[in-house]
Nanobody, 123 residues
Framework: QVQLVESGGGLVQAGGSLRLSCAAS????????VGWFRQAPGKEREFVAA????????NYADSVKGRFTISRDNPENTVYLQMNSLKPEDTALYYC????????????????WGQGSQVTVCS
């Protein structure tokens, strides 16, 4: 059974940093892609970042470009989202998702989802 488990969320002041982790078990995605999405209360889920496991293809939403970095740890089968210079508008429930194939910006493309990790940024 494939599982994605996020961790690392929390409460941080504006300008601070957090690192989210997404640990995959049950299979690897060495030929696939992993993405991060977020959903704030009352808003639709939105794309944050995604990359091919090979690292050849990386996408970021304009709103996080230059502040967030997606990376992976092969031996641990874990993907990270390093979030710097956090803003109150980054407050949301963050999900990681995985799929076979190239990274995409639409959630419906992904087959596997984690349960989410809450990030709250206070001003």
């Amino acid at each position: 059974q494939v599982q994605l488990v996020e961790s690392g969320g929390g409460l941080v002041q504006a300008g601070g940093s957090l690192r989210l982790s997404c640990a995959a078990s049950g299979r690897t995605f060495r030929r696939g892609a992993v993405g991060w999405f977020r959903q704030a209360p009352g808003k639709e889920r939105e794309f944050v970042a995604a990359f091919s496991w090979s690292g050849a293809d990386i996408n970021y939403a304009d709103s996080v470009k230059g502040r967030f970095t997606i990376s992976r740890d092969n031996p641990e089968n874990t993907v990270y989202l390093q979030m710097n210079s956090l803003k109150p508008e980054d407050t949301a429930l963050y999900y990681c998702a995985a799929r076979d194939g190239s990274p995409g910006v639409y959630g419906y493309l992904y087959d596997y989802w984690g349960q989410g990790s809450q990030v709250t940024v206070c001003s």
